[in-house]
């Protein structure tokens, strides 16, 4: 059974960091791209960031140079560490995962980061 547990989501103030880790158990195949989708109230989910298993990693605009993701292929794990928060950064976070092998793809069951201003 395929399992993503998200961890470190949470309350921080305007300009605060948190770290949000995503662990991905069950998968027989390799991962090829983990990362990390987020979904505010009224909108649609979408990409904050991901890396491949070679370590090339692609984010959104608006986190660039704020949010760093990373990645563990031993352990299959994922980690986003969210620095110089923002309001506008409040939303659900959720973790993914993509076996190319198989062309499956997994999500966690999101994680709340709210930024208070």
């Known amino acids: 059974q395929v399992q993503l547990v998200e961890s470190g989501g949470g309350l921080v103030q305007a300009g605060g960091s948190l770290r949000l880790s995503c662990a991905a158990s069950?998968?027989?195949?390799?991962?090829?791209?983990m990362g990390w989708f987020r979904q505010a109230p009224g909108k649609q989910r979408e990409l904050v960031a991901m890396?491949?298993?070679?370590?090339?990693?692609t984010s959104v605009d608006s986190v660039k140079g704020r949010f760093t993701i990373s990645r563990d292929n031993t352990k299959n794990t994922v980690d986003l560490e969210m620095n110089s928060l923002k309001p506008e950064d409040t939303a659900v976070y959720y973790c993914?995962?993509?076996?190319?092998?198989?062309?499956?793809?997994?999500w966690g069951r999101g994680t709340q980061v709210t930024v208070s201003s």
């Open positions: 993914y995962v993509l076996v190319r092998a198989t062309m499956t793809s997994y």
């Open positions: 069950g998968i027989i195949f390799s991962i090829d791209t």
């Open positions: 890396i491949t298993s070679g370590g090339s990693t």
